[in-house]
């Protein structure tokens, strides 16, 4: 025990002591408790993660489990009766799971990387620490590692707000046989990071295409005369600036804190509420929630009206969709794929109709997946 907690108690137990001093040791002296029981239940929920996995292998089963992982968050969330908030209590939650999860196996997520992207904040948020983080260097090595099994899920963004979509993403689609399990939506904050001092002495701006347009505007305000260069990723981005003199780069506040460098300006995108839609990758299949959405692809014969014909069949069906795109089929000029995202399940009796009449009237049709909707990124 410390001399000042000795000196403290003391003082407390002494007639005419300070009655908030005692309540004070009170209060510590339980807080000490709770910590303590907190302590063994933790210890108790990693044994019985390691014995579940034991039984699973005793059963033929194994690997991971996302949608009861995600349902086991959600339930929290509805019982959390405060003062924590939700996403305060989600986080010490989803590092406990995660660290009972590593008991077993770390769970591996690719990402477009190298370690500080946005791609790889959104993986630890929605995993935790406890995973191992394969960082890629192009979003075609995501989807690599993630078919050919050395990674059990994999991060891509998908779309911007301000930008629109994300083609290097939508174009794998067309080759790939993974599903979307999952998507989540983040904010975007970038500053401009750098060796230098001050603005006047940057010459070159390092970043990733998206980030340099999404900061268009300001780049123009403030620094008209630095050279933009595009690279593979906003944390390349900064490992560039770094390593040359009179140069910056826009990427995430925690690339900067990664390599050693300033903030020189923070929150430069040209719109405040600038947010990126990411994807979850995998082999799994989400069965319905209820709250849903159905990502897919099509493929039209080229003649009048079957664009219109292949919406019909979705529009007379009631489904809302959310998201339609369209980008161009690289061995046939002029022809175009069509992206869709629509509320709702594959499964729902809504939607499986719908679907098997679109699938009549269109040459392609792929199912990327069905999964949960995510939440839109918070507004303040």
């Given at each position: 025990?410390s001399?000042?907690?000795?000196?403290?108690?003391t003082?407390a137990?002494a007639?005419?002591?300070?009655?908030?001093?005692?309540e004070?040791l009170r209060l510590r002296?339980?807080i000490?408790?709770?910590?303590?029981?907190?302590?063994?239940?933790?210890?108790r929920?990693?044994e019985?993660a390691?014995?579940?996995?034991?039984?699973?292998?005793?059963?033929g089963?194994g690997?991971?489990d996302?949608?009861r992982?995600?349902?086991l968050?959600?339930?929290?969330a509805q019982?959390n009766?405060?003062?924590?908030?939700?996403e305060?209590?989600?986080?010490?939650?989803r590092?406990?799971?995660s660290?009972c999860?590593?008991l077993?196996?770390?769970?591996?997520?690719?990402?477009?990387?190298?370690?500080g992207?946005?791609?790889?904040?959104?993986?630890?948020?929605i995993?935790?620490?406890?995973?191992r983080?394969?960082?890629?260097?192009s979003i075609?090595d995501?989807?690599d590692?993630?078919?050919?099994?050395?990674?059990?899920?994999g991060?891509v963004?998908?779309?911007?707000?301000s930008?629109?979509?994300?083609?290097?993403t939508?174009?794998r689609?067309l080759t790939?046989d993974l599903?979307?399990?999952?998507?989540?939506?983040a904010?975007i904050r970038?500053?401009?990071i750098?060796?230098?001092r001050?603005?006047?002495?940057?010459?070159?701006?390092y970043s990733?295409?998206q980030?340099?347009n999404?900061?268009?505007?300001?780049?123009?305000r403030?620094?008209?005369?630095?050279l933009?260069?595009?690279?593979?990723?906003?944390?390349?981005?900064?490992?560039?600036?770094?390593?040359?003199?009179k140069s910056?780069?826009?990427?995430?506040r925690?690339?900067?804190?990664?390599?050693?460098l300033?903030?020189?300006?923070?929150?430069i995108?040209?719109?405040?509420?600038?947010?990126?839609?990411?994807?979850?990758l995998?082999?799994m299949?989400?069965?319905?929630?209820?709250?849903?959405?159905?990502?897919?692809?099509?493929?039209?014969?080229?003649?009048?009206?079957t664009?219109f014909?292949?919406?019909?069949h979705l529009?007379?069906?009631?489904l809302?969709?959310?998201?339609i795109?369209?980008?161009?089929v690289k061995?046939?000029?002029?022809?175009?794929v069509f992206?869709?995202?629509?509320e709702g399940?594959?499964?729902?009796?809504?939607?499986?109709?719908?679907l098997?009449?679109?699938?009549?009237?269109?040459?392609?049709l792929?199912i990327l997946?069905?999964?949960?909707?995510g939440?839109?990124?918070?507004?303040?």
């Open positions: 025990m001399v000042l907690k000795v000196q403290a108690e003082a137990q007639p005419g002591g300070d009655p908030l001093q005692e004070l002296s339980e000490d408790e709770l910590d303590r029981r907190i302590l063994e239940l933790i210890s929920r990693g019985l390691l014995a579940t996995v034991r039984c699973k292998a005793a059963r089963e690997g991971y996302l949608m992982e995600r349902s968050l959600e339930r929290l019982r009766r405060g003062p924590l908030s939700d305060a209590l989600l986080g010490i939650f590092e406990v799971v660290a999860r590593a077993q196996e770390p769970l591996k997520v690719a990402f477009l990387g190298p370690e992207t946005f791609s790889h904040q959104v993986a630890r948020d995993w935790g620490s406890g995973c983080f394969l960082p890629q260097g075609d995501v989807f590692q993630v078919e050919r099994g050395n990674s059990s899920l991060v963004p998908v779309e911007n707000s930008e629109g979509g994300v083609n290097a939508l174009d689609f790939t599903s979307v399990c999952g998507e989540t939506y904010r970038h500053c401009l750098s060796a230098c001050e603005l006047g002495q940057v010459e070159r701006v990733h295409p980030a340099l999404q900061c268009r505007g300001w780049l123009r403030n620094l008209p005369r630095a933009p260069v595009e690279v593979s990723s906003t944390a390349a981005a900064v490992r560039q600036a770094a390593g040359h003199p910056a780069a826009i990427g995430p925690r690339a900067a804190e990664l390599n050693g300033e903030v020189l300006a923070a929150d995108q040209d719109y405040a509420h600038n947010t990126t839609r990411f994807l979850i995998s082999r299949a989400c069965p319905p929630t209820g709250r849903d959405k159905t990502s897919l692809l099509f493929t039209l014969p080229h003649r009048p009206g664009l014909e292949a919406l019909g529009s007379r069906a009631g809302n969709l959310t998201h795109q369209s980008r161009p061995h046939r000029p002029w022809e175009y992206f869709v995202d629509l399940h594959r499964e729902d009796p809504q939607v499986a109709p719908a098997s009449d679109l699938a009549q009237c269109v040459e392609r792929q997946g069905s999964y949960p909707r939440n839109l990124a918070p507004q303040g």
